[in-house]
Structures are given as structure tokens and as C-alpha cells.
């Protein structure tokens, strides 16, 4: 029996300390949650939950930005169908202008309530945004552009690939054009040349004592409501441009029609003339070109759209008198459409692309209902503006169905991730409070060792008193 060195109670507290060290760590998950609270409890375990946790971040701002991208469609929706409601009434009045039983003073009431409600589907195309980003402008439209200062790029939509694309102009669209006589000034109207004046069938009523100056307006303001510019050498020329423009004047009087030179003969404008040259660059063999006016249209399948404004002012006359050929590359870039990240990793995004949606772009800026032809004409255009609407519509709701879907996969991948993190990080309650208790009770055995060991060396004092 030795005095110095008391080993038992050496072994008591090492063995103490470490009871009680594993007492800590279990008392440290019990009140954390966590199994594993730094990285010396598991590193591998540290390393994996880390990396799971900045996933689930990911998966929850992903969800976010999808949610986000669904309230930006239907935003986008909501105005669309006013623009709808909008069409339908513009229809609507060109259906009852159409019918030839009204006076002029009617139709000048449909037609300001048509040019209210243009106006109107523009205020709605330019204002309508979601976070400051404009919706229907054109601004989530692809964009491109080209390297001829005569070709305007209008619109680039549907499935088209970056890239550079070709295209020849060689041919302008033409106006219709057309002349009257002119009055001469102080030129009075008589009685025998009183009538009436078709222009379009657009009457105008020249009554007895009117003088060459009250005719000429009444003549400038007459066709200013069917898009025809009225000059005062006589020459009558439509604002806008292609074959479905023309002019026929006629007359109700042969004294009238000696008067006005009005010989009930039809003009007609002219389309432009475009193609995709010997190259072909860039358009598939399907793609096809079409004309109407200055504008020129691309399409092929799976909506493949392009749409083009030639320039008349930046063209050059050839020998001829036409145009020198305008040899065009559209450079189309991948810029434009809302890009959405829909998911937590790289890539994974999905592209939101909205057609501008204003009247010019419609092409219902310059409708009217004065006649049964431009009324029909108008309701043609409506028509095929509706038609553009639903699409749009119809896209957006794509959108929208596909979002929900990966709302709903987030949502599943968040949960079974949320669930791997907690098998790998969080405590199993009931587990650890049975390590806690053995620790807790293997402790109170050690204490109590250490007393009786310590207890030990005085029993060695009572051999000195004996």
C-alpha cells in the first residue's frame, strides 16, 4: 500500500472526465436539436448538411422566383383580357358601321369611340409592368437587329434560334394614287353641278353656292377620315401603302364627273418585293416571305415569326428609277425574353417572351368604319388582332400551367431534402435522452468511486496508531 501516488483515484477521474465530457455532448444535442453542432462531432457529416442547407436556400428562392413569375403572368393576363374586351367592342362598332344605313354624323360617333378605345389599348400596351418591368411594349420581346438602315426590325417572336439571317429588298411599296380636277379659285358651284362625290364611296355632298374653297375642305376633311391625303393641285394619295390600298372616285352627275375629272377608274398601291436571296441565310427551306406594304412578314413552323418596316427615305434609286437591291443580315440576339430562374442550380431557367401588344403592332392603328369597305376591312383586322391576342394569352397560360408544376417539384424536392438534412444534423430525441441518463448515471458512479479512492490513503493513517 503506497501513499504517494494514489492510482485508483487517478483511474476514478480519468474516468470521471471523460463520463463527463460525453455528458456534455449529450447535453449539447439535447438542447441544440443538432447531433452534429461543429465539425470535430462528424466532419463528413458537417460537410454534407452544409451543403444540403445552401440547396434548400436554393429550393426556396426558387420557388420564390416561380411564384414571382406567375404573378407577372397574370398581371400580364389581367391586361390582356381588357385588351380582348377592348377588341371586341372596336368589332363590334365596325360590324354596325358597316351597315350603310347611317348618316355620317353616326359613324363620326363610332369612330371617336373607336379612336378612344385605340388609344386606350395603347395606354394599357405601354403602362402595364410588374416591378417596374414593362409587360406588353415589346420589351420581353426577342430582340435583333440589322445592318441596312432601310430594314427596320418590327417584332421577332416564336421559337428563333440566335444568329444571323438574310434577307433582299427589291422593291418599295406604293401608295394608291389617284387626282381630281382642281376648282379654280373663285369658282362657284352652280345648280346643275350640284351632287354628289364618291371617293371610296365615301359620299360627299357638294351643294349649289358653294365656293371652290368650302369644297376643297370639305373635301380634305372628307378623306382625312378614310386615311386618303387631299392636295390642293387635286392628287388624292392613301396614307398607307400595298395592293389592298386604292382609290376610285366617281360621281353622282355627269356634270360633276366633268367637273372633278371623276371617270370612276380604280388605282391601286403596290407591295414591296422581298426574298431570302440566292443564300438563304439563316431561314430554313419551309420559312416563307410575305409582303403588304413596306412591311415584310417571315414565318414557319412552331411560330417562327419575323416581322420587318422598310424605310422608303433610306433607299437608293438605281439607273431605272426603282431601288437598288437592299441586301440585309438580321442579327437575331438571345437578349429580350424574361429569363426566370426557376430552379437553385445553373441553367436551370425558362425564358418569358410577350409580343408587343399596341395598336400599330395589331395593326389596327389606322382603321376606320366611314364605309361598307373599310368598315368590312376593319373587321378583318380586328379579327386577325384577336387572333394575336390569343395566342399571346394562350402562350402566357403555357407559362403559367408549367410554373405550377415546378412550384409543386420544388416543393416535393425541398421536403425530401429538408428530411435527408434531418437525418444526417438533427437528434433523435429519444435516443440521446438514454445516452444522456447512462452518462448521467455512469457519472454519479465515478464521483463516487473518486470519493472512496480518495477515501483510501486515510485508512493507511490508522496503522501508525496502533
Known amino acids: 500500500m503506497r501513499l504517494n501516488h494514489n492510482s485508483m483515484a487517478h483511474t476514478a477521474n480519468n474516468n470521471l472526465a471523460a463520463i463527463n465530457n460525453n455528458l456534455t455532448k449529450s447535453m449539447q444535442r439535447l438542447s441544440s436539436g443538432y447531433k452534429v453542432n461543429k465539425s470535430s462531432d462528424d466532419p463528413a457529416a458537417k460537410a454534407i448538411s452544409q451543403r444540403m442547407h445552401s440547396q434548400l436556400r436554393g429550393l426556396s428562392r426558387a420557388e420564390n422566383n416561380a411564384n414571382d413569375g406567375i404573378s407577372l403572368i397574370q398581371t400580364a393576363e389581367g391586361a390582356l383580357d381588357e385588351i380582348h374586351s377592348i377588341l371586341a367592342r372596336i368589332?363590334?362598332?365596325?360590324?354596325?358601321?358597316?351597315?350603310?344605313?347611317?348618316?355620317?354624323?353616326?359613324?363620326?360617333?363610332?369612330?371617336?369611340?373607336?379612336?378612344?378605345?385605340?388609344?386606350?389599348?395603347?395606354?394599357?400596351?405601354?403602362?402595364?409592368?410588374?416591378?417596374?418591368?414593362?409587360?406588353?411594349?415589346?420589351?420581353?420581346?426577342?430582340?435583333?437587329?440589322?445592318?441596312?438602315?432601310?430594314?427596320?426590325?418590327?417584332?421577332?417572336?416564336?421559337?428563333?434560334?440566335?444568329?444571323?439571317?438574310?434577307?433582299?429588298?427589291?422593291?418599295?411599296?406604293?401608295?394608291?394614287?389617284?387626282?381630281?380636277?382642281?376648282?379654280?379659285?373663285?369658282?362657284?358651284?352652280s345648280k346643275d353641278e350640284e351632287g354628289t362625290l364618291w371617293i371610296n364611296h365615301f359620299e360627299i355632298r357638294i351643294k349649289e353656292g358653294m365656293t371652290a374653297t368650302e369644297v376643297n375642305e370639305k373635301i380634305r376633311n372628307a378623306t382625312s377620315k378614310i386615311g386618303i391625303d387631299y392636295y390642293d393641285n387635286g392628287d388624292l394619295i392613301t396614307q398607307e401603302y400595298g395592293t389592298k390600298q386604292h382609290i376610285t372616285v366617281n360621281a353622282s352627275t355627269e356634270e360633276l364627273k366633268a367637273l372633278f375629272g371623276a371617270d370612276g377608274s380604280t388605282t391601286y398601291g403596290k407591295d414591296a418585293e422581298a426574298s431570302f436571296g440566292a443564300s438563304r441565310v439563316g431561314f430554313s427551306e419551309t420559312a416563307t416571305v410575305d409582303t403588304q406594304g413596306n412591311r415584310i412578314t417571315v414565318t414557319d413552323k412552331d411560330g417562327f415569326k419575323m416581322v420587318y418596316d422598310i424605310d422608303p427615305d433610306a433607299t437608293e434609286e438605281d439607273a431605272a428609277g426603282g431601288i437598288s437591291a437592299v441586301n440585309a443580315t438580321i442579327t437575331v440576339l438571345s437578349a429580350g425574353p424574361m429569363v426566370l430562374q426557376i430552379g437553385n442550380n445553373e441553367g436551370q431557367t425558362l425564358n418569358v417572351n410577350i409580343s408587343k401588344t399596341t395598336a400599330e403592332s395589331l395593326d389596327i392603328d389606322k382603321i376606320n368604319v366611314y364605309t361598307n369597305g373599310y368598315a368590312s376591312d376593319a373587321i378583318e383586322r380586328v379579327d386577325n388582332a384577336v387572333a394575336k391576342i390569343s395566342g399571346i394569352r394562350s402562350a402566357l397560360g403555357a407559362y403559367q400551367n408549367r410554373l405550377e408544376h415546378t412550384v409543386t417539384n420544388l416543393e416535393s424536392s425541398s421536403e425530401n431534402l429538408t428530411s435527408a438534412v434531418s437525418r444526417i444534423q438533427d437528434t433523435d430525441m429519444a435516443e440521446e435522452i438514454t445516452e444522456y441518463t447512462q452518462q448521467n448515471v455512469l457519472s454519479q458512479s465515478a464521483l463516487q468511486m473518486l470519493l472512496k479512492s480518495n477515501a483510501r490513503p486515510e485508512g493507511l493513517l490508522q496503522l501508525f496508531q496502533r
Open 91 to 189: 368589332r363590334e362598332l365596325a360590324v354596325r358601321g358597316a351597315n350603310e344605313v347611317y348618316a355620317e354624323e353616326d359613324k363620326d360617333a363610332m369612330q371617336d369611340e373607336i379612336d378612344q378605345l385605340r388609344d386606350e389599348l395603347d395606354r394599357i400596351s405601354e403602362t402595364t409592368d410588374f416591378n417596374g418591368r414593362k409587360l406588353l411594349n415589346g420589351e420581353l420581346n426577342k430582340k435583333g437587329y440589322t445592318d441596312a438602315d432601310a430594314l427596320k426590325v418590327v417584332e421577332i417572336g416564336g421559337d428563333i434560334e440566335p444568329g444571323e439571317y438574310g434577307l433582299t429588298v427589291t422593291a418599295l411599296g406604293e401608295q394608291a394614287k389617284s387626282s381630281i380636277t382642281p376648282l379654280a379659285d373663285g369658282k362657284v358651284i
